[in-house]
Every structure is written in structure tokens, then in C-alpha cells.
């Protein structure tokens, strides 16, 4: 009874089961070609099956010609590319170094772009990776101090502003960790410099907060910069906004101690416009204004990353 209720189709199964040949020939075919039988194998199978149908005969013969093609292992697809004699043999050995040689070159040209892509940074830069919580800050001012004979002229700063917790990035992916306000503010920027200016890039939602930074940590609001940011097509790029498309960012300038006697006045335009760059990459021209501003001086950026390297700045940041 155990045999009757089995559902295979094979010999000395039900009469019913039998006349499904139809489902077991479709199921048969396909297991053929998924293990790849011989023809002589084939046949054997073929032989102890009920009766097949002409139509099924048919694709029985197309399953066995589909198994004989790939009954060609790799093993005898190799060897039947090797070399018959010494002339095919010396041919083969010629495109085998002249792959070689090719690799190699590219290998050298390789090595020689990142050569170059490397110097880009230039030796003249002072990257410092550190956790800004946890920073050393005043034995920096001290070293500063040792060595230049003054502390930094100019900080810039692109602080990772923390937004509300209900919508942390507006359904924008940042590929950062962000701060709160607190935290930023514990920072002792105050004693990194006495005279000079700082440059805080501020989004809309912490505009304010900046605008307290800066005078707690003893400087004056003065002006702001603008930076318009453009696509490769030259089109302004929107970005995202909680009520308006963004498509420019904000730069505070504050001021403290003595500068007049340091400093090019009426050097550049307050509005900047220029392509967008990386995920919270600054525009090249903010760098040159500070330097065109404070030639000669000693800048210092904070949260700078290594796209931001500059020859005769001082980088601090946990992404270098």
C-alpha cells in the first residue's frame, strides 16, 4: 500500500501514477541536464522508463544532445588549448610576457598617480587627528605660542551641528557624527587666539546658536559670506530645507583684538559662487579669502577633514 501511495512513477507503482508520464518526463528532463548525464547513461534510464510519447521522445533527444555538449570538462577544454607542438608553444610563451609587461605597466602608472594624487597634500600642512572632547587645547595654544611667538590669526570652523531628534537629517544620509550645541560650545576657542578673526559656517537651524558662539568666545560679528553652490551644469543646486529648498550656505565673520595693522581690507566679494563639492566640502575660495584677509598669518581650522588639508594651516579633526 506504502508503494501505491508513493508519488514517483517508477515500476510497480498504481496504474494512475503510471499514465502521469506527462509531470514525471518534465521532472525527468530536467534532472537529465542538471547532472549532466552521459548518452550511454542516458539510454540505460531511457530503457527501464515506461513507455514516452513521440513528443516526449523528441525532447528526450534534445535533452541528450544538450548533455553530450556539456559533457566537456574544464579540465579537456584546457588541455585542448594547450600548445601542439614547440612553434604554438613559443607563441604562447610571447603573449604570456607581453601580458606581463602590460600588467606591469600599469601597475607602474598606477603607483605613479597615486604619487601624485599623495603630493597633493601638501608637506606644509598640520593635520592633527583628535577627538575634539577630549583634545588637549591649551597645550596646543602653548606649542602655538613656543613657535610662532603668537596663537592662531584666524580659526574657521564647520561644526557638525546636531538638528532635533524628531528628524536628526531631514532624510538626508550624513556620513558624519554630529554634536550638540553643548558640546561645541566647551570648546576653549577663546584661548587659541587674541587677535584675529573666526569663520563659523552656520545652517539655518543653528544660525543663532553662531551667532552666541561667537561673541562667547570673545569675538565680534562683523560680516558673513555666502556661498551659493552650483552644479557642474552651472545651475544653482537645490538642496533640502524644512520649509524652502536650500541652496546656499552661510559663513559668520567674527572679529576680536587688534587687526587693523594685519589685514587687506576690501579684498573679495562676500557671495561666493562655485560647484558642490563633497558631503560638507567647503569651497577652495573661503581659503583664499581667509589668506588673502590675514596674509602671513596662523590658521587653524577645527572639524577639517582630508580634503581640507592646506599648505600653512593647522587641521584638527576626527575624520583626517
Known amino acids: ?6 508519488d514517483t512513477g517508477l515500476h510497480g507503482y498504481s496504474k494512475k501514477e503510471q499514465d502521469s508520464s506527462s509531470s514525471f518526463e518534465k521532472d525527468f528532463a530536467i534532472e537529465t541536464k542538471k547532472i549532466k548525464l ?4 542516458y539510454k540505460r534510464v531511457k530503457e527501464v522508463q515506461p513507455s514516452i510519447s513521440s513528443e516526449e521522445e523528441s525532447l528526450g533527444e534534445v535533452n541528450e544532445e544538450v548533455s553530450d555538449s556539456s559533457m566537456i570538462s574544464v579540465e579537456e577544454l584546457i ?11 613559443h607563441k604562447l610563451l610571447e603573449k604570456v610576457e607581453t601580458r606581463i609587461s602590460t600588467c606591469k605597466e600599469l601597475f607602474i602608472q598606477q603607483q605613479y598617480e597615486n604619487k601624485i594624487n599623495k603630493s597633493k597634500i601638501s608637506d606644509y600642512s ?6 575634539i572632547q577630549v583634545f588637549d587645547w591649551k597645550k596646543l595654544a602653548q606649542e602655538q605660542q613656543r613657535i610662532g611667538g603668537r596663537v592662531f590669526d584666524v580659526i574657521m ?9 524628531s528628524q536628526p537629517s531631514r532624510g538626508v544620509a550624513i556620513a558624519y557624527d554630529s554634536l550638540a550645541d553643548d558640546i561645541i560650545s566647551r570648546m576653549p576657542i577663546n584661548i587659541m587666539s587674541t587677535d584675529g578673526f573666526i569663520f563659523i559656517w552656520a545652517i539655518n537651524a543653528k ?6 558662539l561667537i561673541e ?3 569675538y565680534k560679528l562683523v560680516d558673513e559670506i555666502t556661498w551659493v553652490k552650483k552644479t557642474v551644469n552651472g545651475k544653482i543646486a537645490k538642496g533640502h530645507g524644512f520649509y524652502l529648498q536650500h541652496a546656499k550656505e552661510s559663513c559668520l565673520v567674527g572679529v576680536k583684538g587688534r587687526v587693523d595693522d594685519k589685514i587687506n581690507k576690501n579684498i573679495a566679494c562676500d557671495v561666493i559662487f562655485s560647484e558642490r563639492r563633497g558631503q560638507s566640502q567647503k ?9 588673502e584677509l590675514m596674509p602671513n598669518g596662523y590658521y587653524l581650522e577645527v572639524f577639517g577633514r582630508r580634503n581640507n588639508l592646506r599648505s600653512k594651516w593647522v587641521t584638527i579633526g576626527n575624520e583626517i
Open 283 to 291: 569651497p577652495e575660495e573661503i581659503y583664499e579669502y581667509i589668506e
Open 207 to 212: 544660525y543663532a546658536i553662531a551667532c552666541k
Open 1 to 6: 500500500r506504502c508503494v501505491q501511495e508513493t
Open 38 to 41: 552521459s548518452s550511454a547513461t
Open 157 to 165: 570652523m564647520d561644526p557638525p551641528w546636531q538638528l532635533s531628534t
Open 216 to 218: 562667547y568666545w570673545g
Open 126 to 131: 598640520v593635520p592633527i587627528y583628535a577627538d
Open 79 to 89: 588541455l585542448s588549448k594547450l600548445p601542439k607542438n614547440k612553434k604554438q608553444l
